[in-house]
């Protein structure tokens, strides 16, 4: 077998089962410790190692991190009820339309540069695409069908509520921040994620100029104020596009019962979660990868060194974990924080603000490219 399918294998293997999906199951324990730290309560502190496994004389607590083990094999094991009024085949394909294009949107992700193994250079990145930006746009967009499916196949009002929601909410944002990304596309000449992560490496971050090997250019620090609304702009797009609070009036228990995922159950019902949950992480990625430098150290450039030393590149790795799980943090603690727009004032922030917006800030970025060239 050729060394560039052992190596994509590989990839592909370590980031979905060793990074995603884990982080999923951890950030499911993390949204309610991070929901508990912020309303002053213990959070989940409990479900840890049984006795009975090390003859020990009481259970082990274990900080309650054994709590995601717990959750999935409730789920596992609850009974799938599929009501009889459902259109059934749409019904179970509207989970999986949910869930995949969020993983297959990992595969452009850059998580470091390039390293040497045994001889053969491979880069940390599962599809180094030429466009990888619109590779993203393209498959995140086909969320949409699942949880508009879902609200379809359901035959009930609520979900069809919250189904015709996510269709405008998630068209509206889908606009604002394709435009969004559109001033760091023409800063960088690049559709690379890789590329533009080694840029970044080597010359500062977009939000970050003097991250690189100086404090950057006059270039840089000019184009701060453009790609800052885009980072704006593009985060929260993001929330929007992952139906995460104040944006999550697809699900709006208050008013929808469950919204879209109202009569599932089972496997089926978390198979919306890891699909939301999944789409975080990416989203954190994303943005992380665009403006913040992505696997790049701050102040160190490391590309070089990473060619000829592999564990520069588990630093880089490292590096890119670490912000990624700190931008989930932040996902959370807007969650926890602000209280849910009204439809209106969604539809408004998107279509009357961040469009128009977005839109100027291409024709700004222009002109500062025009004027510091």
């Known amino acids: ?32 410790k991070v929901s508990a730290f ?56 509207a989970p999986v339309l949910t869930m995949v294009p969020a993983m297959l949107t990992v595969a452009v992700v850059p998580f470091g540069s390039t390293i040497n ?28 069908y699942g949880i508009v499916l879902a609200g ?43 590329r533009i992560a080694l840029e970044q490496d080597t010359n500062g971050w977009a939000l970050l100029p003097f991250s690189g090997h100086g404090w950057g250019t006059l270039q840089q620090w000019v184009l701060l104020v453009p790609m800052f609304i885009s980072f ?8 929007a596009e992952t139906n995460r609070m104040p944006f999550d009036l ?12 109202t009569e599932y159950s089972s496997m089926k019902f978390a198979m919306f979660f890891m699909g939301e949950y999944a789409a975080m992480i990416i989203g954190s990625g994303l943005i992380i990868t665009l403006f913040l430098g992505g696997w790049s150290i701050p102040f160190i450039p490391t590309a070089e060194f990473a060619k000829d030393h592999w564990w520069v590149g588990l630093l880089q790795f490292g590096c890119f974990l670490t912000k990624v799980i700190a931008f989930i943090f932040v996902f959370m603690w807007v969650r926890w924080t602000l209280p849910r727009f009204r439809f209106d004032q969604l539809m408004k922030l998107g279509w009357v603000f961040f469009f128009e917006l977005a839109l100027v800030n291409v024709f700004l970025t222009a002109l500062i490219l025009m004027w510091v060239k």
Do not use: W
């Open 1 to 32: 077998m050729e060394p560039f399918i052992i190596a994509s294998i590989i990839k592909i293997f370590v980031m979905t089962l060793l990074v995603v999906l884990p982080l999923v199951a951890l950030s499911s324990l993390a949204e309610r």
């Open 117 to 144: 193994i045994l001889g053969e250079e491979v880069k940390m990145v599962i599809a180094d695409l030429n466009v990888g930006p619109l590779y993203t746009f393209a498959i995140t967009s086909l969320g949409v």
């Open 152 to 194: 379809y196949a359901s035959n009930s009002k609520y979900p069809f509520l919250g189904a015709v929601r996510s269709s405008s909410q998630m068209i509206s944002y889908e606009i604002s921040m394709g435009l969004s990304v559109v001033p760091v596309l023409m800063v960088y000449g690049e559709l690379n994620l890789s």
């Open 250 to 261: 697809p699900e709006c228990e208050t008013e929808l019962v469950g919204g879209y995922h």
């Open 232 to 239: 704006i702009i593009f985060t929260v797009a993001i929330f």
């Open 38 to 93: 912020i309303q002053d309560r213990v959070g989940p502190n409990r479900v840890g190692i049984p006795a009975t496994i090390f003859g020990a004389k009481k259970d082990i607590p274990f900080l309650g991190l054994i709590q995601p083990l717990a959750d999935g094999l409730k789920f596992i094991l609850k009974e799938d009820l599929t009501p009889g009024h459902v259109r059934k085949f749409f019904f179970i394909l």
